[in-house]
């Protein structure tokens, strides 16, 4: 079975970015002075006519944050004529590594003008910081691989100068490996060493080796290993191993398959420690993946796992149900008593729906008093309607917050994936059913049925779009 692809948490998170402001491009561009910059994009591809302003703007985006609404205006040559959708729209902020030191630059780009509240600004600045620790594991990992590749051109022009090897790889912590397949005997460089916790020098028994590996790591080596020799064919693997003093680290193997005529000789590559690139990436596609208010799954990582029903594609279970709810009463707190205390009854509700349904396959907050839950084939859909009312019984009992004890209630449309239907068509199935319940006088549990609600009747269908009025109409100077 071959490996899926996993979303990329950097472009998912720049598309989400790009709809926050309902622009046509968000760019993210990552400096790096040796090879070039990086750039990753979400949206259409930024090919149009960039005049000098734009350039301009560009190079300050990366000292200081620049919201132009109207780039004609600030052009040299007003109204110049150009081939091809030209930038009207640009803002750009620079992201902040940890040290404060400038790396990169985010830019939102559209083909007409956009004018941005105080508010909006800020909500891009907030943005950007959010971005920033992802964007520079990217960097990082980028640059590193850039420097794995130089280093291997080296080593196949240097291919026995161990020494010259190993002062350019102590910086990326990568070292060389050996294995002569008729004894199984093994070389290592210095760096390598290291990474096992094995002392320099020391002779070396691959069965040894092994013992350090996990045992998931090193049943997947194996096999692997194995294939790569009849194939005739290098490849890479991250594994997990532990090292010789007990630390527990991920280490990448690149390995190529040396052959004397058609029967393999030895294998030969780098080992790389990636133990703090993996934490971090591990980190923020945590973060990139939950609600900050809640701590559930957020809207991102909802679309995701709901974008195939079958489940299929990401070797998890198939979608049976989806459950919508919504908080009745909830505007009456937040506005009656304050934004605390309507985060108090976010918070509290997300912990009693996390508790009811902890046998769901996902359980996210997709709006501001809205949650959805995902329901695989472990439920009946007996059990289900039996969900829904306990979550109304649940979200009805009084909440204590904020030195006060609020009174909200919930709202459950619930639609079943019989028959078969896109997600799309079960979002709106789910949401007529939930437009039902608080029909009928809130506080309900309604399951949809063919023929229920007209037209008329709908809410927005999945995914939940938003009007231009979103965004502010007051002017934005740069800043």
Aim: glycine share 8%; hydrophobic share 40%.
């Amino acid at each position: 079975m071959s490996a899926v692809s996993t979303p990329d948490p950097l472009v998912s998170m720049l598309e989400r970015i790009r709809r926050s402001f309902y622009v046509r491009a968000a760019q993210l561009r990552l400096m790096d002075d040796e090879d070039g910059p990086i750039e990753l994009s979400a949206g259409a591809p930024i090919a149009w006519a960039v005049s000098a302003a734009v350039h301009r703007l560009q190079r300050l985006a990366a000292t200081e944050t620049v919201i132009v609404p109207d780039v004609d205006r600030e052009a040299d040559l007003p109204g110049e004529t150009r081939d091809g959708p030209r930038i009207r729209f640009f803002a750009g902020i620079p992201l902040l590594s940890d040290k404060g030191k400038v790396f990169g630059v985010l830019s939102l780009y559209h083909s007409n003008p956009r004018w941005l509240t105080n508010a909006h600004v800020r909500a891009f600045e907030d943005l950007a910081a959010e971005l920033a620790p992802l964007a520079q594991c990217r960097r990082d990992a980028v640059t590193i691989a850039r420097l794995k590749h130089r280093i291997e051109r080296q080593a196949e022009t240097f291919a026995r100068s161990r020494d010259t090897f190993e002062r350019a790889a102590i910086g990326a912590r990568v070292g060389l490996w050996e294995c002569a397949l008729h004894d199984e005997s093994l070389t290592w460089s210095g760096q390598v060493y290291d990474m096992f916790g094995i002392a320099r020098g020391s002779r070396l028994v691959r069965q040894q080796s092994l013992e350090c590996y996990a045992s998931a790591s090193r049943g997947l080596l194996e096999r692997i290993r194995r294939e790569a020799l009849e194939r005739r064919q290098g490849f890479q693997l991250d594994a997990e191993i532990n090292a010789t003093s007990g630390a527990s680290r991920w280490i990448r193997i690149s390995a190529s398959v040396d052959c004397r005529g058609e029967r393999p000789i030895r294998l030969f590559g780098m080992k790389q420690d990636i133990t703090e690139q993996k934490l971090l990436l591990d980190q923020t596609r945590f973060l990139a993946q939950r609600d900050a208010m809640t701590g559930l799954a957020n809207r991102t990582q909802f679309e995701e796992r709901f974008a195939t029903l079958s489940g299929d594609l990401a070797g998890q279970p198939p979608i049976e149900a989806l459950i919508l709810v919504d908080l009745d009463g909830f505007k009456q707190v937040n506005d009656g008593y304050g934004h605390a205390a309507g985060d108090a009854c976010l918070k509290e509700s997300a912990l009693r729906l996390s508790a009811i349904c902890a046998q769901a396959e996902l359980v996210a907050r997709i709006g501001g008093d809205e949650f959805a839950i995902l329901l695989g084939p472990t439920f009946e859909r007996d059990a289900i309607d039996a969900l829904g009312q306990e979550i109304v019984a649940a979200l009805g009992q009084p909440m204590a917050g904020v030195g006060l004890v609020l009174q909200v209630g919930a709202s459950v449309g619930i639609a079943h994936v019989d028959p078969p239907c896109t997600p799309s068509d079960l979002f709106t199935q789910a949401d007529i059913a939930l437009y039902a319940a608080k029909a009928a006088g809130r506080g309900t549990v309604r399951t949809f049925v063919g023929g229920m609600g007209s037209d008329s009747e709908r809410r927005m269908p999945w995914p939940i779009a938003h009007s231009a009025e979103h965004f502010g109409s007051t002017q934005q100077t740069t800043h």
